[in-house]
């Protein structure tokens, strides 16, 4: 398999559950993010790992909490989310965390939060 | 000011016409700009990465680069109707940071 690879594609939880989103790379970056978007706005940057290690929180509230084992896979553990949270999360990798390579997306995981 | 901005559209053009996409952003340090393709439900797809000032060709794109006035356009020649999608600008921020504009949609008539 080739590419970024997101599940679940869908997700629809209440707002006491606890889930997770996985994120695998299989173009042998070094660098991972967490991206939201939502109608009608940009997408917005939430964390960037490189190497592994954390490189930006881009002040996301910490209901959602992100994991990096290693530099293919990423995750984003959600608990105790608000409707408002509701979007298209999409998870990129790119050869580095220097801007420098393009991002490569996942087809995304589609959240709703009742 | 946005950091990245774009005319949200949408914009309308004939088949086989050029299709002119614009981009503005306000720092003036970038280095690195791209844009991506997003087809309604999808996720972004890259079509160009452009870093220094002038034009680039790949196949029916052009990106254009002008640091200067802090602009980046991309050209879509002989379009198509599979061309109709939200066109995302982005650029690489002295923050180390890809920020994205809102998107232009593009909407081509047969």
């Known amino acids: 398999e080739t590419g970024v690879t997101q599940t679940p594609r869908h997700l629809v939880m209440g707002m006491t559950n606890k889930k997770s989103l996985k994120c695998e790379q299989h173009?042998?970056?070094?660098?991972m993010y967490w991206y939201k978007q939502s109608a009608k706005k940009p997408l917005e940057l939430m964390f960037v790992?490189?190497?592994?290690?954390?490189?930006e929180n881009n002040s996301v509230p910490s209901r959602f909490s992100p994991e990096c084992p290693n530099s293919s896979h990423l995750f984003l553990h959600l608990h105790t989310l608000q409707p408002e949270d509701s979007a298209l999360y999409l998870c990129a990798s790119s050869g580095d965390g220097q801007g420098n390579s393009p991002l490569h997306f996942g087809n995304g995981t589609r959240l709703t939060v009742t | 000011q946005k950091e990245v901005e774009q005319n949200s559209g949408p914009l309308s053009v004939p088949e086989g016409a050029i299709a002119s996409l614009n981009c503005t952003y306000s720092?003036?340090?970038?280095?690195?700009f791209f844009w991506y393709r997003q087809y309604s439900g999808k996720s972004p797809e890259l079509i160009m990465s452009i870093y220094s000032n002038g034009d680039k060709e790949d196949g029916r794109f052009t990106a254009q680069l002008n640091k200067a006035s802090q602009y980046v356009s991309l050209l879509i020649r002989d379009s198509q109707p599979s061309d109709s999608a939200t066109y995302l600008c982005?650029?690489?921020?002295?923050?180390?940071?890809?920020?994205f504009g809102s998107g232009t949609r593009l909407s081509i008539r047969p």
């Open positions: 173009l042998g970056h070094n660098a």
């Open positions: 982005a650029v690489y921020s002295s923050a180390s940071k890809i920020i």
């Open positions: 720092d003036r340090v970038s280095q690195s």
């Open positions: 790992y490189n190497f592994k290690e954390q490189t």
